[in-house]
């Protein structure tokens, strides 16, 4: 059975960098084909992809947060990490991490979200 | 463009179908795979690939799609189906992934 979750802070102060930590079981990254990907959504707005990485290290972001975005993993604590620097009251979000297989265009098993909210 | 665009709200009766839609260019190369929202929850996958549900989706979903647009069907609605429901592909490039704005589902 596959499981996620996500882990951080529940406020940050703009212009701070966010790091959230996804922490998961049931599958390896280091695993052929494996992907984990970070997905949030606003308060009662959509969701809105934000980057991805494989079990090869290979990683992808949007390219309109690229600049404020690093993923990284550390398959030896089943762990992903997103930073996302220069915070923002628009970065406010539920944040979820989730898993993914190279070969499908899905994410298939979501972490339960962890609330940021940006304010001074 | 990298946009999926779908409708707002719709409603529908009980018991009755309701098709929920998705526009987007990159539609024409990748196929949408479906999410579903209630108040609170992560989402949920429903329906992937051409027209596949996972394991525990009642099979009153499917899938279809055609040119640009991918469209999702619950045929004999009920109430435990009201949520919200986003689309999503990979962008034109392959290599991103979008949503669309979502289609908050109210079943009457």
């Known amino acids: 059975q596959i499981t996620l979750k996500e882990s951080g802070p529940t406020l940050v102060k703009p212009t701070q960098t966010l790091t959230l930590t996804c922490t998961f079981s049931?599958?390896?990254?280091?695993?052929?084909?494996?992907?984990v990907g970070w997905i949030r959504q606003p308060p009662g707005k959509a969701l809105e992809w934000l980057a991805l990485i494989y079990w090869d290290d290979d990683k992808r972001y949007s390219p309109s947060l690229k600049s404020r975005l690093t993923i990284t993993k550390d398959t030896s604590k089943n762990q992903v990490v997103l930073t996302m620097t220069n915070m923002n009251p628009v970065d406010t979000a539920t944040y979820y991490c989730?898993?993914?297989?190279?070969?499908?265009?899905?994410?298939?098993?979501w972490g339960q979200g962890t609330l940021v909210t940006v304010s001074s | 463009s990298s946009e999926l665009t779908q409708d707002p709200a719709v409603s529908v009766a009980l018991g009755q179908t309701v098709r929920i839609t998705c526009q987007g260019d990159?539609?024409?190369?990748?196929?949408a795979t479906w999410y579903q929202q209630k108040p609170g929850q992560a989402p949920i996958f429903v329906i992937y690939?051409?027209?596949n549900r996972p394991s525990g989706i009642p099979d009153r979903f499917s899938g279809s799609n055609s040119g640009n647009t991918a469209s999702l069907t619950i045929t004999g609605a009920q109430a435990e189906d009201e949520a919200d429901y986003y689309c999503?592909?990979?962008?034109?490039?392959?290599?991103?992934?979008?949503f669309g704005g979502g289609t908050k589902l109210t079943v009457l």
């Open positions: 049931g599958f390896s990254l280091s695993t052929s084909g494996v992907a």
């Open positions: 999503s592909s990979r962008d034109n490039s392959g290599n991103h992934w979008v």
């Open positions: 989730a898993h993914s297989v190279a070969v499908q265009d899905w994410f298939d098993t």
């Open positions: 990159s539609l024409r190369n990748y196929y």
């Open positions: 690939g051409k027209n």
